[in-house]
Structures are given as structure tokens and as C-alpha cells.
């Protein structure tokens, strides 16, 4: 899944590659004013490639010592997002920006000594994140960006909830989390609206483990997960 995801990656980013030389080639400048706006409104579709990153404890190395091997790892999945988009201009190299409505689509997995599968169900997860973009100059119809900030997650359709913990097929998960975000992206003028490519990757910073509800479960001999996606987007404005 995760060599299919990263061709489809490459794939794109080399057809956008190639659509900025065709669009650099044209003499007519689409939206000249485009910055002479302060706030500009928007929309975006994403998919993801997403995991947990997994942290053992010391129960599971003095097994692992004693010859007792216990494997426990996330194969990547694959998410979907949409929501809207909000970018203020703060100058010629910098913009503010934010989603007041974002939408995630979640379906996580643990693979268990590489036979069992323990998969979460489809969630629904609001986000927000908030971003400083760092833009070239625009050169004709284009102009690249780089970008970082932070998310602030949390889950909205719960299956079992209690104390702000979910818990689905024998494994718990809190119902929140915080990461960070930094990427980059294309920004292609058209002469009625921009479309903007984007690549981005997040790395949680919360502990996703419940470890109260896990002590009989094979997550016992975990200490730490933590929510790792690579995602691209198409972002209109």
C-alpha cells in the first residue's frame, strides 16, 4: 500500500512539475491583484497515508532478552480529508493560515506477531490546523511555498467512549490529539481561480495509549503510539 501510495506520489508531483513549466510558458498573467487581497477563502480534498509509530516498554525488552519475541507494528493505511480553507496575507513572503472546518477519515491498523490484525473502524475526526507559509515570488502563473505549523485533532464518532478513551477490537486510543505539520506546495493561477498541489507531513506528539485499559491486551507491551500520515491535497481558491 505504502509503494503504491508513494508512486501515486511521484506521479503527481511530476505531472504538477511539468504543468508549472507549460503555465510559466504563458505570457498572459492570470490574477495580477490576486495579493492586493488580504483574506482569501477556499477549499481542499486530501489523501493520506497514515500509521501509528510504535514505542515498546520494558516489559517487551526483557522478553525480547529472555527469548520471548513479541511483534506488535501499524502497516499504513489510507485516509481522506476535505474542509475549507482560510489564507491571510501578512506580506509579500508570508501568509496566516487556517481551517475552521476539517474533516478526516480514519481507519488505523496493529498487526500482532505479523498475523493477527487488529483494525480500528472508519472514524471521523474534526481538525484544525493552523499554519505560517513562507511563498516565492511569483514568477507568471506559479509560485512555490513552504510551510509549517500545528493540528489539534479530536474524534467525533465514537464507537465506545469512556474518559476521553475510544476503545475498538481490544485495543484503546484517545479520543484527541496534537501534532505538528510542515510541508510544501505549487501555487498554479488560472484567470477565475488557483489550484494549489500540496504535500504534507505530520507527526503526532500525544501518546495515543490508554495504558489503564490496556493491561491485559497485547498492547500491554506498549509504551507509546503516535500518529505519523504523509498526505497530498488539491487545494482550491
Not at 67 to 86: D, E, F, R
Not at 101 to 122: G, T, W
Request: charged share 20%.
Amino acid at each position: 500500500m505504502f509503494n503504491l501510495f508513494r508512486k501515486k506520489i511521484v506521479f503527481v508531483v511530476s505531472f504538477v512539475c511539468l504543468s508549472a513549466q507549460v503555465i510559466g510558458q504563458i505570457h498572459t498573467k492570470f490574477q495580477p491583484d490576486y495579493d492586493n487581497k488580504k483574506v482569501h477563502f477556499g477549499y481542499f480534498l486530501g489523501m493520506a497515508n497514515t500509521n501509528y509509530i510504535v514505542k515498546f516498554n520494558k516489559s517487551y525488552l526483557a522478553d525480547v532478552n529472555g527469548q520471548k519475541v513479541y511483534a506488535i507494528s501499524s502497516p499504513s493505511s489510507t485516509a481522506i480529508k476535505a474542509g475549507g480553507l482560510v489564507n491571510v496575507y501578512i506580506n509579500d513572503y508570508f501568509d496566516f493560515r487556517f481551517s475552521p472546518l476539517s474533516v478526516a477519515i480514519y481507519s488505523r491498523k496493529l498487526l500482532e506477531n505479523d498475523s493477527i490484525a487488529h483494525n480500528q473502524e472508519d472514524k471521523a475526526w474534526f481538525e484544525i490546523p493552523l499554519q505560517i507559509k513562507y511563498k516565492s515570488e511569483r514568477r507568471n502563473n506559479s509560485r512555490m511555498f513552504i510551510f509549517a505549523g500545528a493540528k489539534y485533532g479530536f474524534e467525533t464518532n465514537i464507537v465506545s467512549k469512556r474518559d476521553g478513551v475510544s476503545k475498538v477490537n481490544n485495543f484503546s486510543t484517545k479520543t484527541s490529539d496534537f501534532s505538528i505539520e510542515y510541508g510544501m506546495g505549487l501555487e498554479l493561477f488560472r484567470e477565475y481561480f488557483k489550484i494549489t498541489p500540496e504535500l504534507h507531513f505530520s507527526h503526532g506528539i500525544k501518546n495515543m495509549v490508554s495504558p489503564g485499559n490496556n493491561r491485559s491486551s497485547f498492547l500491554s507491551y506498549v509504551d507509546k503510539l503516535k500518529t505519523h500520515s504523509v498526505t497530498l491535497y488539491l487545494v482550491f481558491q
